[in-house]
């Protein structure tokens, strides 16, 4: 497997931090290098481990939830998770299945740690569940890869997963671009979920320190106000309750998280 036309130096270094080897740390996972621990620590240090780890887990939490409430209420039976990072508890494939067993899900990084941690785990999925390097800034290198065109019918309804993943594009990339070629390449009935770092309730203190942090990594990190978040959004039909954080986005009785630090929302094609 190859990251096409990606950088080499935007996809592996075990001498820079990688956004989804340190989001494993967090998790307290073991897939990670010695400078991914130390990012992760000056962030753990300045935030706390409470609130850096619950903001990590509120973005889990909600894409399990949104995985099975697409598959349960709207029939999705084809997922693609974009930026999927290293596999934790709760994966993509695991929440679609618990709902409908036959559903296909594709895991895209532009990390091939990625990938190949998640070849070991999908070994037990069969042909419903497959992984891609590749770089959501590129979303031909997504929609048409051979790889994703063997496991997914664009002709049909597809849910597209961007779970803190594209606060990592700069302006000077288009984000808003960006999401208008994803959105134009799904048939109708498709939806898109994304969670994004929020300015309007992150104390400045705090998105300098993370600036700094992943200001090195391959994928610095763009912090975006709710009407920028909102905007990522335009074109599709927002489901209820529309933009709001993640934790709050229909969340399982007893179990509401909202930290405030992302806005999330999950959009139809129609």
């Known amino acids: 497997m190859t990251a096409g036309s990606i950088p080499e130096d935007e996809v592996f270094s075990p001498d820079r931090p990688s956004p989804a ?8 996972g073991t897939d990670n290098f010695p400078v991914d621990r130390e990012a992760a620590d000056r962030v753990i240090e300045r935030l706390g481990v409470t609130l850096t780890r619950s903001v ?34 709760d994966n993509t494939h695991q929440a679609a299945h618990s709902v409908a067993p036959e559903a296909r899900v594709l895991y895209v990084d532009n990390d091939p740690v990625v990938a190949a941690h998640a070849e070991r785990l999908l070994k037990g999925a069969g042909d419903r ?23 997914i019918d664009l002709s049909q309804p597809v849910a597209l997963l961007f779970v803190a993943v594209f606060h990592f594009v700069k302006p000077e990339e288009d984000p808003r671009g960006l999401m208008a070629r994803y959105r134009d390449g799904l048939a109708p009935g498709s939806f898109a979920a994304l969670t994004h770092l929020c300015t309007d309730d992150s ?10 942090t992943y200001k090195n990594s391959p994928a610095p990190m763009v912090y975006r106000t709710g009407e920028e978040i909102g905007s990522l959004m335009d074109g599709f ?5 529309g933009l709001v954080p993640p934790g709050l986005w229909r969340p399982e009785p007893g179990r509401e998280e909202s930290t405030r630090r992302f806005l999330s929302a999950v959009g139809r094609v129609s």
């Open 203 to 212: 104390p400045d203190d705090e998105r300098r320190l993370m600036t700094e």
């Open 21 to 28: 080897r340190m989001y494993d740390y967090f998790l307290h």
């Open 56 to 89: 990590v887990w509120e973005n889990r939490h909600f894409l399990g939830r949104v995985v099975r409430h697409l598959a349960a209420e709207h029939g999705i039976r084809q997922f693609i998770d974009v930026g999927a990072g290293l596999p934790s508890v």
């Open 237 to 241: 039909e927002l489901l209820e309750p």
């Open 129 to 151: 569940a497959r992984a891609l390097t590749a770089d959501l800034r590129r979303p031909e290198s997504i929609l048409e890869s051979p790889v994703t065109r063997d496991l």
